[in-house]
């Protein structure tokens, strides 16, 4: 990485102080000649949130070095086609990849529903994304400190994510999990940190608890935010264990019994209800049916959500 300190220039911008990390890069506050503040996102190696050192217990406090526990940085996997989503520790070039590719979803979106990105540049022969800087809090960071949540933040998030795949601007977002939904100080809800597509299809860049069948499509995207509900409703993510098993493997490699019997294993997950009685029964139903029913898409889960909010 990129040394970066306090005081220090990158490009026309002065660094102010540490904002925040995540599994592949880390994110500064800067000032411009003219004062106005942004962000500067800078790539960081690492082969994802298991090797990301943790602190003693869950904080809302900043570090370069480390994150609190009930944070989930995405993973860089290796889709084995018999062992099925590995662990990958990516380099300086795959880092830099990844930038390059999240910064032309970013100019893609313009800005809608989204961190505006402001320009590349390239420092030491690495690129910087130079960013807007949003005020306010993470969804993450609002479930810690136990302020209310509003299920109107996550349909907010399905009609962006629906507007950037139906304008062809995204495949997906490819990451969709609390550290990524931003509520800024005016009650909007803005996505960060869009996953480019891959080139590899052996290849991908999650989190997954959030992606536990370690997808890069909008049914992903409708899985994750599924998660979040659950999440929301219950305290606690559906899978203890996650991807699934066989999350990424080629359908030829494994026995389709012992798939179909992994996989109904694993999505005998506790229903909301069971953990919490007072979860509404319509979103329990929307929850399984987007983590169980294929043809239950982003566009299906996200009336689904609206549905129940017009009726209460």
Same mark, same amino acid.
């Given at each position: 990485?990129?040394?970066?300190?306090?005081?220090?220039?990158?490009?026309?911008?002065?660094?102010?102080?540490?904002?925040?990390?995540?599994?592949?890069?880390?994110?500064?506050?800067?000032?411009?000649?003219?004062?106005?503040?942004?962000?500067?996102?800078?790539?960081? /190696?690492?082969?994802?949130?298991?090797?990301? #050192?943790?602190?003693?217990?869950?904080?809302?406090?900043?570090?370069?070095?480390?994150?609190? %526990?009930? /944070?989930?940085?995405?993973?860089?996997?290796?889709?084995?086609?018999?062992?099925?989503?590995?662990?990958?520790?990516?380099?300086?070039?795959?880092?830099?990849?990844?930038?390059?590719?999240?910064?032309?979803?970013?100019?893609?979106?313009?800005?809608?529903?989204?961190?505006?990105?402001?320009?590349?540049?390239?420092?030491?022969?690495?690129?910087?994304?130079?960013?807007?800087?949003?005020?306010?809090? *993470?969804?993450?960071?609002?479930?810690?400190?136990?302020?209310?949540?509003?299920?109107?933040?996550?349909?907010?998030?399905?009609?962006?994510?629906?507007?950037?795949?139906?304008?062809?601007?995204?495949?997906?977002?490819?990451?969709?999990? %609390?550290?990524? @939904?931003?509520?800024?100080?005016?009650?909007?809800?803005?996505?960060?940190?869009?996953?480019?597509?891959?080139?590899?299809?052996?290849?991908?860049?999650? *989190?997954?608890?959030?992606?536990?069948?370690?997808?890069?499509?909008?049914?992903?995207?409708?899985?994750?935010?599924?998660?979040?509900?659950?999440?929301?409703?219950?305290?606690?993510?559906?899978?203890?264990?996650?991807?699934?098993?066989?999350?990424?493997?080629?359908?030829?490699?494994?026995?389709?019994?012992?798939?179909?019997?992994?996989? #109904?294993?694993?999505?005998?997950?506790?229903?909301?209800?069971?953990?919490? %009685?007072?979860? %509404?029964? /319509?979103?329990?139903?929307?929850?399984?049916?987007? @983590?169980?029913? /294929?043809?239950?898409?982003?566009?299906?889960?996200?009336?689904?959500?609206?549905?129940?909010?017009?009726?209460?």
């Amino acid at each position: 990485m990129i040394h970066i300190e306090t005081g220090q220039r990158i490009g026309p911008y002065e660094v102010i102080g540490f904002l925040g990390r995540g599994a592949f890069a880390q994110v500064f506050a800067a000032e411009d000649s003219k004062g106005k503040t942004i962000a500067l996102k800078i790539g960081d /190696e690492s082969g994802g949130g298991r090797y990301l #050192s943790r602190f003693g217990e869950v904080t809302g406090e900043r570090s370069p070095e480390r994150i609190s %526990p009930d /944070e989930t940085p995405a993973e860089a996997l290796f889709l084995d086609p018999v062992e099925g989503g590995q662990a990958e520790v990516l380099d300086n070039h795959e880092v830099d990849e990844l930038l390059r590719g999240e910064a032309n979803k970013l100019r893609a979106a313009e800005g809608e529903g989204v961190v505006a990105l402001r320009e590349v540049l390239e420092v030491e022969g690495r690129p910087v994304l130079a960013m807007e800087l949003l005020k306010g809090s *993470t969804l993450r960071e609002k479930i810690r400190s136990l302020e209310g949540v509003k299920l109107r933040w996550l349909v907010e998030a399905a009609r962006i994510v629906e507007h950037h795949v139906e304008s062809g601007h995204w495949d997906c977002h490819g990451d969709l999990k %609390p550290e990524n @939904l931003f509520i800024t100080e005016n009650d909007q809800v803005r996505v960060l940190d869009p996953v480019p597509s891959s080139d590899r299809s052996d290849f991908l860049v999650g *989190t997954p608890h959030y992606n536990p069948f370690l997808r890069h499509d909008s049914k992903g995207d409708a899985q994750a935010l599924a998660i979040m509900v659950y999440e929301l409703l219950c305290g606690a993510l559906p899978f203890d264990q996650a991807p699934w098993e066989f999350a990424g493997t080629d359908d030829s490699a494994i026995d389709s019994d012992e798939r179909e019997m992994s996989l #109904s294993f694993f999505l005998g997950y506790p229903r909301p209800r069971e953990l919490n %009685p007072r979860a %509404p029964r /319509e979103l329990e139903q929307a929850v399984y049916l987007a @983590l169980c029913d /294929e043809n239950f898409g982003l566009s299906d889960l996200r009336r689904a959500m609206e549905d129940f909010l017009l009726r209460c």
